[in-house]
């Protein structure tokens, strides 16, 4: 289950006792911080928690604040500067070493475009999205603007409260066609506004083909991440849902019909099924799309004798193993139950996804995020909190 899916079930489980709550969104990072701007948390009157903003040590004072923004009935935003190394309680001081920024709403369960109902629209329709999320406004301008949201779908569909939509809808629209999640100021006719623009990216697709025991413990992996996962196999005693109770999908396919499916070229794709031919038939399939993914289990002799009887060429067989096709399949993390050749494979297509060479984090001088633009200085709308503030 996802972050988002989990926030989901809280809001209605609050929604349905009348029990009001707030959102804290981180909506901008300065410097090095546990979670990125779009990680939220719900927090309750009485003060329950779901889903996390950082690794601990703001959770405490942000629900203190959470719990005024209730009672006050209006957001507020709050700049939390870790860097200070003074005062280490709490972890704090030279822990993150950050500025991290976060809106604090009072959610209207009435209101058919709160964030968190934005955010379920996203979930039912999942294809990339922007939302974008006003989080600081010109003193001297429109301070109502703060919390107004407006969320863009791939296929062009906004939603959200239409004081700043056009203006918002644009700089949305670049950054989808961008394709990162960026912070910005708009100059709308209310004043400029600062604002999130949060690349929404739907849970990945994972297909399995093969439904024995070694894909058991990588469908729980994968679905414990909230990736989607469907599983694929000839033999109807192996390929049941009660044997693969976390998949989303799971199906009998026979070898002479797996020639004529025609594959989700969105998703990854594995190869489990420890039969040639069950897995000749799938890369026969699968390598002519743009999958982005496609693994298959075994030896390297067994990757060349398959795209041999394939009738490639010799360059098209080193343009296969170079590119498209994982094999041997996963990381090399030394695995060797189902288990850790489960995660060593669900590792692999997470570095794949992301675009990334995977090396150990204390070898490399990059960052390990991507880099954030710099907060704007704080205007008067702004309630600073120091290490001090921290209370667990």
């Known amino acids: 289950m996802t972050e988002l899916q989990r926030l989901l079930l809280a809001y209605d489980r609050h929604r349905a006792a009348a029990r009001p709550c707030a959102l804290a969104t981180v909506v901008e990072v300065l410097g090095s911080a546990y979670r990125r701007p779009g990680a939220r948390m719900l927090v309750t009157e009485d003060g329950e928690l779901t889903g996390a903003i950082s690794g601990g040590c703001l959770e405490g004072d942000a629900r203190q604040r959470a719990r005024r923004a209730i009672f006050q009935g ?35 369960f009435n209101a058919p475009d709160n964030p968190m109902e934005l955010l379920r629209g996203f979930a039912q329709h999942p294809e990339p999205a922007v939302l974008v999320t006003v989080f600081e406004a010109d003193a001297n301008g429109l301070r109502a603007a703060v919390g107004q949201r407006l969320l863009l779908s791939a296929g062009g569909v906004v939603r959200g409260t239409p004081l700043l939509a056009a203006p918002l809808a644009q700089a949305a629209q670049a950054t989808l066609t961008q394709g990162q999640s960026r912070v910005l100021d708009v100059a ?61 999908e799971v199906r009998v396919v026979p070898v002479r019909e797996l020639e004529t499916q025609q594959p989700d070229a969105a998703a990854y794709h594995v190869l489990l099924s420890h039969n040639y031919a ?18 298959l289990l ?11 009887e394939l ?5 098209e067989r080193r343009h296969v193993l170079g590119h498209r096709l994982h094999s041997p399949i996963g990381l090399s993390l030394g695995g060797e139950t189902p288990e850790e050749i489960a995660l060593a494979i669900v590792a692999e297509i997470q570095a794949v996804r992301n675009g990334r060479q995977p090396q ?32 667990a």
């Open 298 to 308: 075994g030896p390297r002799a067994k990757a060349g004798r398959l795209l041999e």
């Open 311 to 315: 009738e490639l060429s010799e360059a």
């Open 278 to 295: 069950y897995d000749l038939a799938a890369l026969q399939t699968l390598l002519p799309t743009a999958a982005p993914y496609v693994g």
């Open 360 to 391: 150990h984090l204390r070898d490399t001088s990059a960052s390990i995020h991507a880099d954030s633009p710099k907060p704007a200085a704080a205007a008067a709308t702004i309630e600073a909190a120091t290490p001090a503030d921290f209370a």
């Open 188 to 248: 709308t006719d209310a004043g400029p506004v600062r604002a999130l623009l949060e690349i929404l990216t739907p849970p990945l697709r994972l297909v399995v083909y093969g439904a024995g025991n070694d894909a058991q413990p990588l469908v729980r992996l994968a679905a414990s991440l909230g990736w989607q996962v469907s599983v694929v196999d000839g033999r109807p005693n192996l390929a049941t849902a009660a044997r693969f109770p976390e998949a989303a």
């Open 74 to 108: 209006e957001p507020a935003l709050v700049t939390y500067d870790t860097r200070d190394e003074d005062d280490p309680r709490h972890g704090l001081g030279p822990g993150c070493q950050g500025v991290v920024r976060i809106l604090l709403e009072p959610l209207d």
